[in-house]
């Protein structure tokens, strides 16, 4: 049952918030109200008055001598309980300052433009709590209409600290988010003006904290990732299916390998131990591809095993909830740990491990956490085809047991693991995760699949309402420094790089871009400027410089003839000359590639100009050089490889559009900055 407007006030009140003063009238003598200062509001509480203003329960600019009529009129209609008598708030910007119990991420404030304008304009900004005054005062910046609170037309500025105090006081270390039995708190119209800020109207609907999650030991996942040997059950001797594929994907990696066969010596080749003994089969790793009736039965019997896979689908994820619960209970009466169910297995070329056919790549420094086999799967072989070269990739599924909070706490600490990236759609622990994303050194880059939800239930307040995955993820990102990507290519384009420049420490700021002219540059900046990358001016005493190298400086993008007649030193040289006298954080050269072979074969000519760019990298440790081959595909078979293998070598990521580049650097340019 919701707490009423006077009983939350009395608590903000002694929390310090400002409130109206009030009297509350319960049986029909408004004389109390004789103290306050008019003109008055008039609320009537009882049960089931939640939303007052739409059930005409509030009345407002009231004289004392209308108090009577206007409860007697509002009493005809309504279950009321008893009334509060404020003095009216003075006119200011109206917002509002929520809390809401998220089922994935727990407790979130969200403040805005309150009042009417909260849901019709949806002008709102979200944290996780606790919060700092550094995040209250970027939430009020964020708001489209952040100008309302610095004034506006000829209109007083208001109390900016006096709003971050309230926001603080609310969802802040030891606020009132901790003291709360929250569903749902909302303050809403918060007035704000030049003298301060007043909480006009307060609710406040309870709910039990959801029991809390027994947090198990650290686990070593080495062995999941480098196992000695892996066991593959649910292999066919006469209808291959998904666990023959395994068998032969490992056979190909050179993994040592076992069968599980109720009957077979061996299966496709490979040596067959009966279910009872798998327990006896001395490896570290076993994958489970049976139906999902029977994988319960198999996992109980991997004793002393310390990772087992369950590939099968048919869980959670299809409606079985006691079928999954039956499975984690099977791993934790062996003592295993459990991965999945529903997903494909872990891939790491270091370790021999691997769910995709055509070989293993190279191994590498960045990793993956994904609860979609599919497209980690995709993300390997494409990544790869594009220079990432990864350390080590583990599908989750349903994440029933091993959750992405806990291997991204593991990969923190891995020697051979340089950045993240994440494929999420289920925040199952969220709280979990956003701490481990707090608490990580790494780079990381988040992909999130089903964003566009608007919440996950029906809500009884503004803030229920406002709160969605969407807004909850940008929030985790915000705080947790992590990247968010909206797209498949963003997220492979951000840990390229991540791979290159994510240990390489700037002390620059902003982004110049340089390239050939016409109407790419004017392209570029729009699409710098979509991403919300700053492409600051040059530095005015940088013009002379460039007009004795043959350039006229027209600002950033700064246009500079490159083509397969021009000389290929001239860029690093322009890019030395405004280095010299402005850092900037990123570079980004940019080239048409289709001119180089538009007017006559000229590979050499690029591949020249690849080897300028990566000459001006080595010169700029302290730089984060980008490159972009704009029209890529009219070049003849090889060549782009060779321009990739020359930029790779001098840690150099390489794009093939600006937008391309601009997500990666919007994604990866605040890490690694002085």
């Known amino acids: 049952m919701s707490a009423y407007e006077h009983e939350v006030k009395a608590l903000l009140r002694e929390a310090g918030v400002p409130v109206p003063r ?36 509030v009345a407002l600019g009231l004289r004392h001598g209308e108090l009577a009529a206007a409860a007697a009129a509002m009493a005809c209609r309504l279950d009321v309980a008893g009334f509060l008598v404020e003095e009216q708030a003075e006119a200011g910007v109206e917002l509002i300052v929520g809390l809401v119990r998220d089922p994935g991420f727990g407790p979130v404030v969200l403040t805005g433009l309150g009042g009417v304008w909260a849901e019709a304009l949806g002008d709102t900004a979200l944290r996780l709590c606790p919060i700092t005054e550094e995040d209250a005062r970027s939430m009020l910046a964020s708001l489209r209409g952040a100008a309302l609170l610095r004034g506006w037309r000829g209109g007083p500025p208001v109390d900016a600290d006096a709003v971050v105090e309230l926001l603080v006081t609310v969802a802040g270390p030891g606020g009132l988010w901790e003291r709360l039995e929250l569903g749902e708190f909302e303050l ?22 959801p029991a809390p999650v027994a947090a198990r030991p650290p686990a070593d996942f080495l062995p999941l990732f480098e196992p000695r040997a892996v066991a593959v059950a649910g292999a066919s001797t006469t209808r291959p299916n998904f666990g023959n594929m395994f068998l032969g994907f490992y056979r190909e990696a050179g993994v040592p390998l076992v069968a599980v066969h109720p009957e077979a010596d061996e299966v496709s080749g490979v040596p067959a131990v009966r279910p009872p003994a798998l327990a006896d089969a001395d490896v570290d790793y076993a994958l489970v591809a049976v139906p999902a009736e029977r994988c319960a039965d198999v996992v109980r019997q991997a004793t002393g095993i310390p990772f087992v896979q369950v590939m099968s689908g048919g869980f959670e994820e299809a409606g079985r909830h006691e079928l999954e619960q039956e499975l984690v209970a099977a791993a934790r009466a062996a003592g295993t740990r459990l ?49 990432l070269a990864f350390s080590r990739v583990a599908t989750v599924g349903n994440a029933a047991d091993v959750t992405p909070a806990e291997l991204l706490r593991w990969l923190s600490g891995d020697d051979e693991t340089r950045a993240v990236g994440l494929y999420l759609e289920d925040p199952r622990g969220g709280r979990e995760l956003y701490d481990a994303l707090r608490a990580t050194d790494l780079p990381v880059v988040l992909l999130v699949g089903g964003r566009s939800g608007q919440g996950r239930r029906a809500a009884a307040s503004h803030t229920g309402g406002l709160v969605s995955d969407r807004r909850i993820w940008e929030a985790v990102a915000e705080q947790a420094g992590a990247a968010l990507v909206s797209g498949q290519d963003d997220l492979i384009g951000v840990l390229a790089y991540f791979q290159v420049h994510g240990s390489r420490v700037t002390s620059g700021d902003g982004v110049l871009v340089v390239g050939p002219s016409g109407g790419a540059s004017v392209l570029a900046a729009d699409a710098f400027d979509g991403a919300g990358v700053r492409l600051d001016p040059l530095p005015d005493d940088v ?47 940019h080239v048409n590639v289709q001119a180089f072979f538009t007017y006559g074969d000229a590979a050499e000519p690029l591949h020249a100009y690849a080897r300028a760019v990566a000459e001006a990298q080595d010169a700029l440790p302290g730089t984060r050089i980008t490159l972009v081959t704009r029209n890529g595909d009219c070049a003849p078979e090889g060549v782009e490889d060779e321009v990739r293998r020359i930029a790779a070598a001098a840690g150099i990521p390489v794009y093939r559009s600006m937008e391309a580049a601009a997500a990666a650097i919007a994604g990866g340019g605040r890490h690694g900055v002085a």
């Open 22 to 57: 009030g009297v509350v009238v319960c049986d029909g003598d408004f004389g109390a109200a004789g103290e306050l200062a008019a003109p008055l509001v008039l609320k009537a509480f009882g049960p089931g008055l939640v939303h007052k203003s739409e059930a005409g329960a």
């Open 188 to 209: 809403n119209p918060v007035i704000a003006g030049p003298s301060g800020v007043v909480a006009a109207d307060a609710r406040h609907l309870p709910a039990a904290a």
């Open 339 to 387: 991965l999945g169910p529903n997903c494909m297995g872990v891939y790491c070329p270091r370790g021999r491990q691997t769910f995709v056919g055509g070989g293993l790549g190279p191994a590498g420094s960045v990793a993956l956490i994904s609860q979609s086999g599919g497209l980690a799967g995709e993300v390997i072989k494409v990544g790869e085809r594009r220079g």
């Open 543 to 589: 013009l002379d410089a460039l007009r004795g190298l043959g350039v006229t400086a027209t600002g950033n993008p700064l246009e500079v003839p490159v083509g397969p007649l021009g000389r290929a030193g001239l860029v690093p040289e322009v890019i030395g000359a405004i280095m010299s006298r402005r850092p900037y954080r990123d570079v980004v050269a």
